[in-house]
């Protein structure tokens, strides 16, 4: 069948994207869906900081690219052994699917799933198929999910069913966002009632994580960005405190603030100083935890001395360490519940035609979780 589908020819485009245009809207043929997968039709897609590294090549990927990785859609039709899926369906698109053999697997950690990893570096669907073509030229799957084409064909593994009575579009949020920003406090930190955290970054995932601190009943929560905007919102999110990290004495502030330090603190924005800030402002004992996603060659001088010292604790999240089919779910519970208000984080709505200026506005800092809308 034919497809529209934004797809990325080159790297490394200069600003306004709107005007330069690296995203360009082609016609692809895509295959049926094989054994093991699913054919969608994309509700919504996210425009995420992962997609935009790709597009400034930060973050390399094989070209040419189907892009996305944030994603709602219903199913259209099914491939070979795929019983459990009905057209209809509506599914949350993960974009690390999980083998369930592999050893990361087997220890109850899919989001390291070693072939899905594999997989998604060649730019394949997970098993190493390719469905995606313009004019006979084979195009790379991004992460398996291609969010950004009006219909995908993806692994069954990269689908998580949804029962609840939730807004397709917000559903969209969970794939990527809401995984990562909550599942780093609730799963990687295992943050406690009555303890205190600072959030450093307030993108998407970032300001999911604030809402989990918020949930899991931190009774200090601070809020840190360099724009003024997000710390009024994270404010009426539920942060206690924030603090714009440009002030030469942001360190100092938070310190006095949470009197030494905090327990837990996440770093959301991918980027060295980001690092560095969040550090810094955890107190002895306490952990840092990262979720951004910096340039390959990024190094960060870690004080050894004080890890040892103070007895800190440094940990990466990927996709919030969850467990996509049990965490999904249960999250969208939270939502519903009133726990995750997840639809205040929603920013602009755009059609796939519209998606290079999306990228403008995510690269301003100033935008909310924007989506294509299909």
Same mark, same amino acid.
């Given at each position: 069948?034919?497809?529209?589908?934004?797809?990325?020819?080159?790297?490394?485009?200069?600003?306004?994207?709107?005007?330069?245009?690296?995203?360009?809207?082609?016609?692809?043929?895509?295959?049926?869906?094989?054994?093991?997968?699913?054919?969608?039709?994309?509700?919504?897609?996210?425009?995420?900081?992962?997609?935009?590294?790709?597009?400034?090549?930060?973050?390399?990927?094989?070209?040419?690219?189907?892009?996305?990785?944030?994603?709602?859609?219903?199913?259209?039709?099914?491939?070979?052994?795929?019983?459990?899926?009905?057209?209809?369906?509506?599914?949350?698109?993960?974009?690390?699917?999980?083998?369930?053999?592999?050893?990361?697997?087997?220890?109850?950690?899919?989001?390291?799933?070693?072939?899905?990893?594999?997989?998604?570096?060649?730019?394949?669907?997970?098993?190493?198929?390719?469905?995606?073509?313009?004019?006979?030229?084979?195009?790379?799957?991004?992460?398996?999910?291609?969010?950004?084409?009006?219909?995908?064909?993806?692994?069954?593994?990269?689908?998580?069913?949804?029962?609840?009575?939730?807004?397709?579009?917000?559903?969209?949020?969970?794939?990527?966002?809401?995984?990562?920003?909550?599942?780093?406090?609730?799963?990687?930190?295992?943050?406690?009632?009555?303890?205190?955290?600072?959030?450093?970054?307030?993108?998407?995932?970032?300001?999911?994580?604030?809402?989990?601190?918020?949930?899991?009943?931190?009774?200090?929560?601070?809020?840190?960005?360099?724009?003024?905007?997000?710390?009024?919102?994270?404010?009426?999110?539920?942060?206690?405190?924030?603090?714009?990290?440009?002030?030469?004495?942001?360190?100092?502030?938070?310190?006095?603030?949470?009197?030494?330090?905090?327990?837990?603190?996440?770093?959301?924005?991918?980027?060295?100083?980001?690092?560095?800030?969040?550090?810094?402002?955890?107190?002895?004992?306490?952990?840092?935890?990262?979720?951004?996603?910096?340039?390959?060659?990024?190094?960060?001088?870690?004080?050894?001395?004080?890890?040892?010292?103070?007895?800190?604790?440094?940990?990466?999240? +990927?996709?919030?360490?969850?467990?996509?089919?049990?965490?999904?779910?249960? +999250?969208?519970?939270? +939502?519903?519940?009133?726990?995750?208000?997840?639809?205040?984080?929603?920013?602009?709505?755009?059609?796939?035609?519209?998606?290079?200026?999306?990228?403008?506005?995510?690269?301003?800092?100033?935008?909310?979780?924007?989506?294509?809308?299909?």
């Amino acid at each position: 069948m034919l497809i529209r589908s934004a797809v990325l020819h080159e790297m490394n485009a200069a600003t306004p994207f709107a005007q330069t245009r690296p995203l360009r809207i082609e016609e692809l043929e895509l295959d049926e869906p094989g054994p093991g997968q699913v054919l969608v039709k994309m509700v919504a897609a996210g425009l995420c900081h992962s997609d935009l590294s790709v597009i400034t090549g930060v973050r390399p990927r094989p070209l040419p690219l189907a892009l996305g990785h944030e994603a709602s859609a219903r199913v259209v039709r099914t491939g070979a052994g795929v019983t459990d899926l009905r057209a209809g369906d509506l599914v949350v698109l993960i974009f690390v699917p999980s083998c369930g053999h592999c050893m990361p697997c087997m220890q109850g950690r899919p989001a390291l799933c070693e072939p899905a990893a594999e997989a998604n570096g060649n730019g394949t669907l997970f098993g190493g198929d390719k469905r995606l073509r313009l004019r006979n030229t084979a195009v790379y799957h991004h992460t398996g999910v291609s969010a950004f084409s009006d219909h995908a064909v993806v692994s069954r593994q990269s689908c998580v069913k949804v029962d609840a009575d939730i807004d397709p579009v917000q559903a969209a949020m969970f794939g990527c966002a809401v995984l990562t920003g909550v599942g780093a406090v609730i799963n990687t930190a295992g943050a406690q009632a009555g303890s205190t955290a600072a959030l450093v970054g307030l993108g998407g995932v970032g300001l999911c994580a604030l809402l989990a601190a918020v949930a899991s009943g931190c009774r200090q929560v601070v809020a840190v960005d360099i724009h003024d905007s997000k710390l009024a919102l994270a404010r009426s999110l539920g942060a206690s405190a924030a603090v714009n990290a440009r002030d030469p004495d942001a360190v100092e502030q938070i310190r006095a603030l949470t009197h030494g330090g905090v327990d837990y603190s996440f770093e959301m924005a991918g980027s060295v100083p980001s690092m560095e800030t969040a550090y810094s402002i955890t107190r002895r004992g306490g952990m840092t935890v990262t979720a951004g996603l910096p340039a390959p060659t990024d190094r960060w001088p870690l004080r050894q001395l004080s890890l040892v010292v103070e007895e800190r604790t440094v940990k990466g999240s +990927y996709i919030g360490s969850c467990v996509p089919v049990r965490d999904v779910p249960r +999250y969208i519970a939270m +939502y519903l519940g009133g726990q995750l208000p997840i639809d205040r984080l929603m920013g602009q709505r755009h059609p796939l035609d519209d998606i290079n200026a999306g990228f403008d506005r995510l690269n301003s800092g100033e935008s909310l979780r924007d989506v294509i809308v299909f």
